[in-house]
C-alpha cells in the first residue's frame, strides 16, 4: 500500500512537469504567433507556420537576414563616419567686417645686419682673414666677438666660407646685446609711419625684436608679458621692447583695422644708408625681409617672409582668412575637433596658445635635445645656454628633424630622445586664429630725379641713402569666415540610424518597444492566463491533461 502511494505521488510529480512544459511551450509557441501577426517590423508576420509552408517561411527568413545584414553594415558606416570625422568646416552665415578683428602684426627685418659705422663686416673679414693666414695673433684682435655675434645671421655660404672663424677665440656671452649696440638705429631706418589718417614717429606701437635674423623692428604686436610665460623665461635680457604709452604707463593694446582700402592701412617709409649695405653676410639679395602675423604671434621671419626691394614702392593688399569653432564643436575633444583652445595646450614659455608659439618652442627642445644649447631668438629657461658660433651647424640642423621623414643618422638614444620630443609637440592649429592672403605691387623708385625735382638735398647727398615705402591695407570692407562645425551629433546620428533601419526593416522606436514587450510582459501574462484556465477545478488530479498524463497502475495480489 505505501509503495503504492509512493508511485501514485511518482506519477503526480511527472504529471505536473509534462503540464508545466507544454504551458510554457504553448506560452512561446502563443507569444511568437501573436508577435508575428501584430509587429511592425517587415517580414515577421511571414513566420507564422500556420499560414506558410516551409518553403514560403525558408524564403523571407532569407531575405529578413539579408535586409538585416544590409542595414547593420550601413548604420556601422554611419558610426565611424560619425565617430572619426564629426567636425566640418563651413563658411560662417554672416560676413564678418575688418573693423572687429586686430590689424595684423607686421615685422620689418633689414638685410644689413649691422651700422658700418660700428662694425664694417667686409673690411674686418678680410683683415682677420690675411691675419689667420699669416699666424699672427688673429684672435686677439677687439673685432672677433662682434664677428662672432653677426656670423650667427650669415647664411650657409658664409658659414662654408669662413668656416675658421668657429675655432677662434672670443667671448659670446652677451650676444643679444652686442648685436642690438651694433644694430640699424630705429629712427634712422623707419622715417615716418602712417596708420589711418595719424601721421607719427611709430616710437609707441613700433619695437625692437629679437628674431633669429637679427634686430628687427614690430609693428602692433603684443607686450612681451602678454605673450611669453615671463616666470619660466630666462632674466639675461627681454626678446621685446618694453613699449608703454608715456603718459598712462600702460601697455598699449593692439590696434583694431579701421577699414578698407589705403587710407585706413599703414605706410612705412624706411630709408637705408648705402655705406651699411654688405654683401658678404646675407648675399647679393639685399633689402628687407618682411612678415605679416597676427598679434599675439612671436615672428619666426626666416619661416615666412616677403622680400622688399630697396628704392622700391610696395603695396600689400590684405585678405584675412579667419577661422572660428562653433560652441558644438567645442564640446568635442581636441582628437576629434583636431585644434586646440588656450586652456587646452599648456606651452611653458608662451602664455597664449597658437600653432606657430607651439612650433617655435617645440624647436627650441630639439635644439636642446640635440645641441645642449639653443639659439639666442629661441625662448629658453635661465638653466639653458645660448649656443656659440661653434653650434651653428647644429642649431641649423635642428629644424629638419621636425619633419616626419628624417634620416638623421643619430645614436639610438638620441634620436630616441628626440623622437620623443617631436611627437610630443603636437602642434594643432589653434581653434580661433587669423591668416593673411596678400596681394603685392610694386613699383620702382627714382629718389634723383624726385629731390632734384623739389630742389632738396641737391648735390652728391642724394645717393648716399635708397627710400622704400610699404603701404598695407585690407582690400575689402567684409570677409568671409571658416567656421569648425558639428557634422554629425547624437541628434543626426539616431536620425540617420532610424532611417536605415525604416528604410530597410521598417522599424521605429515602437517596434524595438514591442519587442522588448513580447520578451519581457507578454509571456508572463499568457502564462498566467493559461494556469487560471488550468486551475479552474479545485482538483487537479481529476482534469484531462493530468489523467491522461498518468500511467495505469497496476495492482498485484497476494
Known amino acids: 500500500m505505501r509503495d503504492i502511494c509512493w508511485y501514485e505521488c511518482v506519477s503526480l510529480f511527472v504529471a505536473m512537469s509534462r503540464l508545466c512544459e507544454r504551458v510554457q511551450q504553448s506560452v512561446k509557441e502563443e507569444v511568437f504567433r501573436e508577435y508575428c501577426a501584430n509587429s511592425s517590423i517587415h517580414g515577421v508576420r511571414y513566420f507564422d507556420r500556420n499560414e506558410r509552408t516551409v518553403c514560403e517561411r525558408f524564403w523571407w527568413l532569407v531575405v529578413f537576414l539579408l535586409s538585416m545584414l544590409g542595414c547593420g553594415v550601413m548604420i556601422h558606416k554611419t558610426y565611424v563616419k560619425w565617430n572619426q570625422v564629426p567636425i566640418i568646416v563651413t563658411f560662417s552665415e554672416k560676413t564678418t567686417p575688418v573693423w572687429d ?3 595684423p602684426a607686421i ?9 658700418a659705422e660700428k662694425l664694417n663686416i667686409t673690411a674686418e673679414m678680410n683683415a682677420l682673414a690675411a691675419a689667420v693666414e699669416l699666424g699672427n695673433g688673429s684672435s686677439e684682435r677687439e673685432s672677433v666677438p662682434q664677428l ?4 650667427q645671421l650669415c647664411n650657409m655660404l658664409f658659414q662654408l666660407e669662413y668656416h675658421w672663424l668657429h675655432e677662434l677665440n672670443g667671448s659670446e656671452d652677451d650676444l643679444v646685446g652686442t648685436l642690438k649696440d651694433m644694430s640699424l638705429r630705429r629712427d634712422e631706418t623707419v622715417l615716418m609711419c602712417q596708420y589711418g589718417n595719424t601721421y607719427d614717429a611709430c616710437e609707441d606701437r613700433l619695437t625692437e625684436t629679437v628674431t633669429e635674423e637679427g634686430i628687427c623692428y614690430t609693428f602692433n604686436m603684443m607686450s612681451e608679458r602678454e605673450i611669453f610665460r615671463k616666470s619660466s623665461l630666462h632674466s639675461d635680457y627681454n626678446y621685446m621692447e618694453g613699449w608703454f604709452n608715456s603718459r598712462e604707463h600702460q601697455p598699449l593694446a593692439p590696434v583694431y583695422a579701421r577699414g578698407a582700402g589705403l587710407h585706413d592701412g599703414l605706410t612705412l617709409y624706411l630709408r637705408h644708408m648705402q655705406e651699411d649695405t654688405d654683401y658678404l653676410c646675407t648675399g647679393f639679395s639685399q633689402g628687407y625681409k618682411l612678415m605679416i602675423h597676427g598679434t599675439d604671434e612671436y615672428p619666426q621671419v626666416s619661416m615666412r617672409n616677403m622680400r622688399i626691394p630697396f628704392s622700391h614702392e610696395i603695396s600689400i593688399a590684405l585678405k584675412p582668412q579667419m577661422m572660428v569653432t562653433s560652441q558644438s564643436a567645442a564640446d568635442f575633444s581636441w582628437e576629434k575637433r583636431q585644434c586646440f583652445f588656450n586652456h587646452e595646450r599648456y606651452l ?23 645641441c645642449g644649447c639653443v639659439r639666442f631668438s629661441m625662448p629658453r629657461s635661465n638653466d639653458t645656454t645660448v649656443c656659440p658660433l661653434s653650434m651653428w651647424q647644429c642649431m641649423y640642423r635642428a629644424k629638419w628633424f621636425l619633419r616626419p621623414s628624417n634620416n638623421s643618422r643619430l645614436p639610438p638614444n ?20 587669423v591668416y593673411y592672403d596678400v596681394e603685392t605691387t610694386q613699383t620702382s623708385l627714382d629718389m634723383e630725379k624726385f629731390l632734384l625735382a623739389t630742389n632738396e638735398l641737391m648735390g652728391d647727398d642724394s645717393d648716399k641713402f ?5 603701404a598695407i591695407y585690407f582690400k575689402e570692407s567684409y570677409f568671409i569666415t571658416s567656421k569648425r562645425s558639428e557634422m554629425y551629433g547624437w541628434v543626426d546620428f539616431l536620425a ?8 530597410f526593416m521598417g522599424v521605429s522606436i515602437l517596434s524595438l518597444l514591442e519587442i522588448c514587450y513580447f520578451i519581457t510582459i507578454r509571456p508572463f501574462s499568457l502564462k498566467k492566463a493559461l494556469w487560471e484556465r488550468r486551475n479552474k477545478c479545485s482538483d487537479p488530479l481529476t482534469t484531462n491533461d493530468v ?3 498518468i500511467p495505469p497502475v497496476v495492482t498485484i495480489s497476494k
Open 496 to 503: 540617420n540610424c532610424g532611417g536605415l533601419l525604416g528604410l
Open 466 to 470: 635708397f627710400i622704400t615705402t610699404i
Open 148 to 151: 662672432k655675434a653677426v656670423a
Open 107 to 115: 615685422t620689418i627685418c633689414p638685410e644689413t645686419k649691422v651700422s
Open 547 to 549: 489523467q491522461n498524463s
Open 101 to 103: 578683428i586686430h590689424f
Open 414 to 433: 638620441e634620436e630616441f630622445e628626440i623622437t620623443k620630443i617631436v611627437n610630443s609637440c603636437n602642434c594643432l592649429p589653434a581653434c580661433s586664429s
Open 348 to 370: 611653458r614659455f608662451f602664455e597664449l596658445y597658437n600653432q606657430d608659439n607651439c612650433e617655435l618652442e617645440c624647436l627650441s627642445n630639439v635644439t636642446k635635445a640635440l
